[in-house]
């Protein structure tokens, strides 16, 4: 699919084969523990680094459905973007991503 070939690590990322099995060769891979791992080494070497949240953030995990988004913000908050567009958050509603970006402390563009 894509040209994404199958038993890739490509196709481990996007999780849409397999994903027992992709996990099985591939290993952990993605989290945002080591996402904050790359986030801050950049930001060791280069302070001035502008760290922008493209969005989808707030979706997709069982924990971010029960939380109604809560915990992603609570992690994103810890990672201190300096702002964040927004995508697959409405599905959350348009009345609770606005409650959620009012307590933002970064940019909501």
């Known amino acids: 699919l894509y040209g994404i070939?199958?038993?890739s690590p490509a196709h481990y990322a996007l999780s849409s084969g397999d994903f027992a099995a992709l996990a099985a060769g591939y290993g952990?891979?993605?989290g945002l523990d080591r996402v904050a791992t790359v986030?801050?080494?950049?930001?060791a070497d280069r302070p001035d680094a502008l760290l922008l949240d493209g969005g989808d953030t707030w979706h997709g995990s069982y924990?971010?459905?029960h939380s109604q988004g809560q915990d992603m913000v609570n992690?994103?908050?810890a990672l201190k973007p300096?702002?964040?567009t927004f995508h697959w958050e409405f599905t959350l509603g348009s009345d609770?991503?606005?409650e959620l970006v009012e307590?933002?402390?970064y940019a909501a563009l």
């Open 5 to 7: 070939d199958d038993g």
């Open 28 to 30: 952990r891979v993605g």
């Open 39 to 43: 986030i801050n080494a950049i930001r």
């Open 63 to 65: 924990t971010c459905y």
């Open 75 to 77: 992690v994103m908050n």
């Open 82 to 84: 300096d702002a964040m």
């Open 96 to 98: 609770r991503v606005t």
């Open 103 to 105: 307590g933002l402390p």
